[in-house]
């Protein structure tokens, strides 16, 4: 019984696609301490938001392509596709036609463009806890 409430935990947290940041902190350097002097075009709740909108897991069409976010309790991923569809370029195409994805993980500090940023999110957070209520479970 106590290990079929550990797995049930842990299965609530790895089927639910929610990369829905909490929260953002930007930093000037890339040891992220040094708290980075918003202005109205870079600013945590503008860069919260607009990742918020497509973190479902949807395809969303652009001018250039398209891309498509995914995340685990890890990490948070974005990749971007050449074509339109979210349609993956062969194997073998050229460098300047591939398709790119880029990571960072939850709570690491990454640089993105000029700034540093660390963020967090739901699962990030759940994971820890689902692994801490396994672990109970499994201890009576």
Known sequence: MKFTMAVAALMTVSSAQ?????SVELFNEAN????FNETADTNKTKLTAQWNLNANGTCVNTTAGSFKSACT???YSTTAFKAAGCVAAAADAADDAK??????????CTKMGKVYFKASNARSLIAGSAAALALAASQF
């Open 73 to 75: 309790a890890e990490k």
């Open 32 to 35: 992220c301490t040094t708290a």
């Open 99 to 108: 398709d790119t994805t880029t990571e960072w993980g939850w709570g690491n």
């Open 18 to 22: 929610d990369c829905k940041i909490m």
